[in-house]
């Protein structure tokens, strides 16, 4: 008993060190290994949806003739946009000419033309998730009724659109409407989508073109994963008949809370929960993509087809706050690390903050200014940075070839509430003159609930309708003490030439 009590003081003792290692300024190490690149990450990497869940009529609420909005899209652009979401299982298209009053769940002609000219004019690319449970209660093995969704891709395939994938089916593992798709249900309804319906309308697939598109799916959720074996079982039988995809997708969204508490949304911890769900969804894919890619030639991609804002017991979402900002700029270098090709994230007219489709210059997001930044400051070639993957840290640390040639963008992350952290980085870097991007909450840095974002003190906010704002960093000599403040985001762009940037 006396030995089981020093042991457990002992325990007590050890985390007792670890939390006060935590919560005290300290010189945190960042070495980046500049010899090769870990990975490639398209233009598009950081993309997002549109959620006919809450965007349908009209025109998937894209607003066509207000200046704003479209400067605001090509603001994400180049991007694929993922057009999907629970209702759009249980579509209709109706692409004929429509007399009267539609039901929600209808697709017309013009919503899908209104959403390809919005696309195209804004440079980015659609892939659209099919009705999946379109015949579910009028067939006798509850299997998909292909028909409906073949008359859309013929309209699409004949129209110069921009639609460059599709997929079946949302969140499958989730009961919709009382529904149950097992594994075994959805295998075999991929096996029409990929084998039969794709084949009648398009000669090939797989270039990611509207002239062969993506076959794509299956958006299944983090419980369809570790202990629910759902995922493990569908690309099993997708193996076993023989249906090889182009793009291996999956959602995520952060673990609910009962209350809006940003000391637990924007936690070490909570940050975490993505990096070990996304590895152990990365584990279980890997069989069938390296066996997609003996059998083809061809390895599927791995999408993180959609995530957002933290989720609310009650089903509703945190509101976008700085505490996104850090998030999104987390989740990006997380996914990009594990070799990601493509983050979708939820949902282009809430990253606009609309409260109704009519709004002619809604005021941008923290979630919006993490896409714009990311894409405006990143390149895309992943560098690998010692321990970036390891949990429990509260300064994280990615890395990148930077924008412009012979430059390195460093991503690093302070998620401590109460202390500055001293960053020490490699020789060459210190060497070097940097140019700094200090992202933090507006107007108190210290606080992830604030609502706007500030660059080096001052608040990110549109120019006008037609002009988003420039990111201009503030450049320091070489030697330059690195500190990094508490709930600060700072992209640190260095002039150094290396080979993996530059081979």
Request: aromatic share 10%; hydrophobic share 40%; glycine share 8%.
């Amino acid at each position: 008993t006396n030995l089981l009590c020093i042991i457990c003081i002992m325990i007590a003792m050890l985390l007792s060190l670890l939390t006060l290692g935590l919560a005290q300024a300290r010189t945190v190490p960042v070495h980046v290994n500049t010899s090769k690149p870990l990975w490639q990450i398209p233009l598009e990497f950081a993309s997002i949806t549109i959620d006919v869940s809450q965007d349908m009529h009209p025109n998937f609420s894209l607003n066509l003739t207000a200046p704003a909005w479209m400067t605001y899209a090509k603001g994400l652009s180049p991007s694929i946009c993922r057009v999907g979401g629970t209702s759009a299982d249980f579509f209709n298209y109706s692409l004929g000419s429509s007399i009267g009053r539609l039901p929600y769940n209808t697709l017309t002609a013009s919503d899908f033309e209104g959403l390809n000219t919005f696309a195209k004019d804004a440079g980015w690319k659609i892939v659209f998730g099919l009705n999946d449970q379109y015949g579910y209660n009028k067939t006798k093995n509850h299997s998909w009724n292909s028909s409906n969704a073949e008359e859309l891709l013929v309209y699409a395939a004949n129209k110069p659109h921009v639609v460059v994938g599709w997929e079946l089916g949302n969140e499958p593992a989730i009961h919709n409407d009382g529904k149950s798709f097992t594994p075994e249900l959805l295998a075999n309804d991929y096996v029409t989508f990929v084998n039969e319906t794709l084949p009648k309308v398009y000669a090939r697939r797989g270039g990611g073109t509207p002239i062969s598109p993506y076959a794509m799916g299956a958006d299944i959720t983090p419980n369809g994963y570790g202990r629910k074996p759902w995922a493990q079982e569908f690309y099993s039988n997708l193996t076993q008949l023989g249906v090889c995809l182009d793009v291996v997708t999956y959602h995520y969204y952060y673990p609910r809370q009962a209350t809006i508490n940003w000391t637990t949304f924007g936690s070490v911890a909570e940050l975490d929960a993505f990096l070990t769900t996304s590895e152990l969804i990365v584990n279980t894919v890997e069989p069938y993509r390296t066996g997609c890619h003996a059998s083809r030639g061809v390895r599927p991609q791995l999408w993180l087809g959609e995530t957002g804002n933290p989720l609310l017991t009650n089903g509703g979402q945190v509101p976008d706050t700085f505490g996104v900002f850090v998030m999104t700029f987390d989740k990006l270098s997380i996914a990009a690390a594990l070799k990601h090709d493509i983050v979708n994230r939820q949902q282009f007219s809430i990253l606009l903050n609309r409260t109704s489709p009519s709004e002619g210059q809604p005021p941008a997001t923290a979630g919006y200014w993490a896409l714009y930044a990311f894409r405006q400051l990143i390149g895309t070639r992943v560098l690998a940075v010692e321990d970036s993957l390891s949990v429990g840290r509260d300064v994280r640390s990615y890395a990148y070839c930077g924008k412009a040639a012979g430059t390195v963008a460093l991503v690093l992350m302070n998620i401590n509430s109460s202390n500055t952290h001293t960053i020490q980085l490699d020789h060459a870097f210190i060497e070097a003159p940097q140019t700094w991007y200090s992202f933090t909450g507006y107007p108190t840095s210290k606080d992830l609930s604030v609502h706007q974002v500030a660059l080096n003190g001052n608040v990110l906010a549109m120019e006008n309708e037609y002009q988003l704002p420039d990111l201009r960093g503030e450049a320091h000599p070489a030697n330059t003490s690195l500190e990094l403040h508490p709930y600060e985001v700072r992209v640190v762009v260095v002039e150094l030439a290396v080979a993996a940037c530059t081979t």
